[in-house]
């Protein structure tokens, strides 16, 4: 992919401390996807297909309790790839114009088998929405 991709990566607080190689293997694997304000592109119950890094614009998460948006270097979509048979736990729309890095569901196992500190930091991320949503986190 071009130097983009790689560039958009690097801001992405997930991949600090990966070696550009690391990066630009990531953003070849990658698509990018653009969609208008208000496209939605996540359905709660769905099947996982991808996840998605957010280069530029916000995204809104409808769960059940709450709204949260989401900016650039910020992803959704993983949770519903955490496991085989997930399936999608929120609503992810657009709020504007959207720019994103798009990982399908091998490329996104591919990555979490050969960095196990992203698979980690993932995991911390995607366990704190999952208390935020059942309503157990102390903030
Ligand atoms: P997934 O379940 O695959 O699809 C919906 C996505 O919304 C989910 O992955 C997370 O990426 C995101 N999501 C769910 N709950 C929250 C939350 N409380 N805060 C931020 N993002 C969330």
Redesign the pocket.
């Known amino acids: 992919m071009t130097e983009t991709g790689v560039d958009a990566l690097r801001r992405v607080p997930l991949f600090v401390g990966l070696a550009d190689d690391d990066l630009a293997a990531i953003a070849q694997a990658a698509n990018e996807v653009e969609v208008p304000a208000g496209q939605l592109l ?1 359905q ?1 119950g769905q099947a ?1 297909t991808g ?1 998605f890094f957010i280069v530029e614009g916000t995204a809104v ?1 409808e ?1 059940k ?2 709204h ?1 948006e ?1 900016g650039p270097g ?8 955490m496991k085989p048979d ?7 729309r657009a709020q504007t114009p959207l720019r994103c890095l798009a990982l399908d569901r091998a490329s996104f196992r591919g990555l979490v088998a050969t960095h196990p500190e992203v698979a980690a930091a993932l995991i911390e ?2 366990l ?3 208390a ?2 059942a309503g157990i986190d102390d903030d």
């Open positions: 996540v709660p996982g996840m998460v769960t309790r709450d949260v989401l910020q992803f959704f979509g993983e949770l519903a790839l997930a399936i999608r736990t929120a609503r992810v991320v995607a704190g929405r999952l935020e949503n």
